[in-house]
């Protein structure tokens, strides 16, 4: 009860409506709200707070901004959240001052796109020569479709999640979907990505992969598209991976098999050429993983793997032990 009072006196304000009505189409700065409102950063922070503290917005900090979003309504428990999107059904988005706030939010949803669009222009000449190296990305795409097919994906978890591809295409299947990645830069492209695809219960956050904020077992899925090859310790990050999985939880992993092509290492960063079977056997293994199965793809001078495992339950492990 103290919770849902609570709930009710963080959004019996005007301006603090509109932001809930805002961060409920978009995970949202202060800077960036100072835009949107037309208010004082200080008084918009005092809203913040007061919205948080009802537990009908969530605060996520990344680097020293911190990014605000409606609460989530995983809890069966949390009427906060549940009345929080309840009181957004009822608001009249026809209204005059609701329907000027949101054109405020396409435009900088715009501007998002337009940020993004610059990064990959920078960068696309690096990441064409690598994609001339291996099978074209649809081909990878579908694979992962077809391994996928007849998974519940429940709770995902992208680690490393670039440019946020994984999220649009897995996210629709999945009840709820978290990308982390080290790159800020990244981020704002993958939060551009799943802006413009509409994919509301995705989000993104920085985050290391070797220690990832979230609870035991807080996910079902748990995705690494080529990521590993970057990794100092790829065998800790699965064993991360599988801390966070819940049991019988799933992981799906996309890299390249072992190459000898040393200009990814010396040129793009790469720490490992590849990997044999052998090595993603045993981590997955030393992790807690069975089931294991690869698909690979051939094309050009690099094969991609798309391996899959399942975790082990605690009471399977203790019987095979």
């Known amino acids: 009860m103290d919770r849902l009072l609570q709930a ?9 409506i509109r932001i809930l009505n805002l961060c409920a189409h978009s995970e949202l700065t202060v800077s960036d709200l100072v835009g949107l409102l037309g208010q004082s950063q ?5 809203h913040l707070k007061l ?17 605000y979003r409606l609460a989530s309504d995983r809890r069966a428990d949390d009427n906060a959240a549940s009345f929080a999107s309840a009181v957004l059904d009822l608001l009249p988005q026809e209204d005059p001052v609701l329907a000027r706030d949101m ?4 435009r900088l949803r715009r501007k998002w796109d337009a940020e993004a669009a610059d990064y990959f222009k920078r960068n696309a000449a690096e990441w064409d020569h690598i994609r001339t190296l291996h099978v074209d990305e649809e081909a990878v795409s579908n694979a ?15 680690i490393g999640t670039g440019t946020g591809k994984l999220l649009e295409l897995l996210g629709p299947r999945a009840n709820s979907a978290v990308g982390i990645d080290l790159s800020a830069e990244m981020l704002r492209v993958a939060r551009a990505a799943i802006e413009r695809e ?3 219960d995705c989000q993104v956050r920085q985050a290391d992969m070797y220690q990832i904020p979230s609870a035991d077992q807080d996910f079902d899925t748990a995705v690494l598209h080529m990521v590993l090859h970057y990794a100092d310790d790829p065998a ?16 799906l992993i996309v890299d390249f098999e072992q190459h000898n092509l040393a200009e990814l290492r010396a040129e793009h960063a ?11 056997q045993n981590w997955l293994q030393e992790a807690g993983f069975g089931d294991i199965a690869v698909t690979r793809l051939e094309g050009g001078a690099l094969t991609v793997c798309v391996w899959t495992a399942q975790k082990i339950a605690h009471s399977q492990a203790e019987e095979a032990a």
């Open 51 to 67: 919205l948080v503290e009802g537990h009908v917005l969530e605060r996520h900090q990344e680097g020293s901004w911190a990014r």
């Open 42 to 46: 200080p008084r918009l922070s005092r």
């Open 198 to 200: 509409g994919l509301t």
């Open 144 to 158: 992962l479709s077809d391994v996928t097919r007849n998974w519940s994906l429940g709770r995902l978890l992208d």
């Open 236 to 251: 800790q990050a699965l064993a991360e991976a599988s801390r966070v999985l819940s049991d019988t939880g799933r992981i």
């Open 103 to 106: 054109d405020r939010l396409d």
């Open 8 to 16: 009710m006196r963080a959004v019996a304000e005007p301006t603090r």
């Open 270 to 280: 790469h720490r490992w050429p590849g990997f044999t079977q052998e090595q993603i």
